[in-house]
C-alpha cells in the first residue's frame, strides 16, 4: 500500500515524500510584485514538503487578481524569485510556481488603470480587494479572438521567467474561478466563436496555453491545476454530463504531452467524477494526479493518507501554513499547530514565517 512517505517519480523529479504543499494565497508582496526576504523564509522553512508550488503568480500586471500578489514579469520580481529558490534548493526542497490569471476577479485599481476581462462581459457578481478596500468586481470586458495570443505568450513567457529564476516546474491555474476556468465554464464563457459554446471550444485555450508552454519549457515541467464543479466566485458547474465532457475532453486532447501532473480539487476527490478524470489524467502512463479536498476543508492526516491511496500525492493547504514540518509531524505523529486564520492574508511575518518547527520541550 502506498504510504504519505513514499518516493515519487514526477516528471523531472524525484520526490521524497507525496505530501505536497498547495498555491496559497497569502498577500506578502508590494505594490511592485517583487517577493521578498520574507518570502525566501516562507518557503524555505517548508522545503521537507515533497514538492511546494507557490502562491498564484501574475504573469502581467494586468492580470494581478489581488494586493499583496507577486508577479513574475519584470527583472526584479524574477531575481526575487531566484533567491526564493537558491533558498528552497540549497534546504534539499523542489518548487513549482503556479501562474494565474485573475480575469474578471479584478479591479481597475489593481490593474493600474486596465479593465478587468474575461471571456464573456458577464460580471462575476462577488468583490475583491485591492490596495484600499473591498470593491464590487466590475463588468469585465470580453476579449477579443485577436487578443488571446497575448494571453496565451504571456503564460509562455511567465513560465520561461519562472524556470530562468530556477523553479522546477510551472503549474498553470486553471482553476478557483479565475480567466481559464472562467473560458471551461458555461455560466461565464458565453462566447459564439472557436473559443465558446461546446467543451471542445470552451477548453480550447487551455489546452493552447499548455501546448505552448510545453514547447518552451518542456512537459515534464509543467502541470495543471483544475478544480471542476468547484463553484465559487461566480462559477456555476451543475451540467454533470457537460463537466465531464470538458474536463475529460480536454485530458484528453493534451493527454501526448505527458504533463508531469494534474492536480484536483474536488468536494469529493475519491468520487465518481474525479476517478475517471484521474483515470484520463494519467492515460499516458506519465502524468502524476495530486488531489485536494475542498476549498477551505482541513486535510488532517487520515484523510492524506486516503487521498494518496487514489491519487500519486496530495496537496495540503493550512496545515502547511501552521507546520513547517508538516511531513515530519505526521510521520512521526507529533501534535499539530492548527494555523490562525487571521493573520492569512494581513502581511508581514506573523502568520507567515512565525509558525515554529517543532522541538520536544525541556
Known sequence: ???????????????????????????????????????????????????????????????????GQPGVETPEQIAGWRRVTESVHEAGGRIFMQVMNGGRLSHVSLLEGAQPVAPSAVASGTAVRDFESRKECPVPRALDVEELPRIIGEFRQAARNAIDAGMDGVEIHGANGYLLHQFLSPSSNHREDAYGGSPENRYRLVEEILRTVADEIGADRLALRLSP????????????????????????????????????????????????????????????????????QVTQRAEAEELVQHG????????????????????EQLPITAPDEGTFYTGGERGYTDYPLYTVSS
Not at 502506498?2 to 505594490?31: C, K, Q, W, Y
Not at 500519486?312 to 510521520?331: E, F, H
Open 229 to 296: 464543479q468547484h463553484n465559487i466566485q461566480g462559477i456555476e458547474e451543475t451540467d454533470a454530463a457537460d463537466v465531464l465532457a470538458t474536463y475529460g475532453g480536454l485530458l484528453r486532447a493534451s493527454e501526448d504531452l505527458g504533463l508531469a501532473y494534474v492536480s484536483f480539487l474536488h468536494a469529493e476527490p475519491t468520487g465518481e467524477l474525479i476517478t475517471e478524470l484521474s483515470t484520463l489524467a494519467r492515460a499516458n502512463g506519465r502524468t502524476r494526479v495530486i488531489l485536494n479536498s475542498g476549498f477551505g
Open 312 to 331: 500519486d500525492a496530495v496537496a495540503v493547504g493550512r496545515l502547511a501554513i501552521s507546520n513547517p514540518d508538516l511531513v515530519r509531524r505526521w510521520q
Open 1 to 67: 500500500m502506498t504510504t504519505l512517505f513514499d518516493s515519487l517519480e514526477l516528471g523531472r523529479l524525484t520526490l521524497p515524500n507525496r505530501v505536497t504543499m498547495a498555491a496559497l494565497t497569502r498577500s506578502r508582496a508590494g505594490r511592485d510584485g517583487v517577493p521578498t526576504h520574507v518570502h525566501e523564509t516562507y518557503y524555505t522553512q517548508r522545503a521537507s514538503m515533497g514538492l511546494i508550488v507557490t502562491e498564484g503568480v501574475f504573469p502581467s500586471v494586468t492580470s494581478r487578481a489581488f494586493p
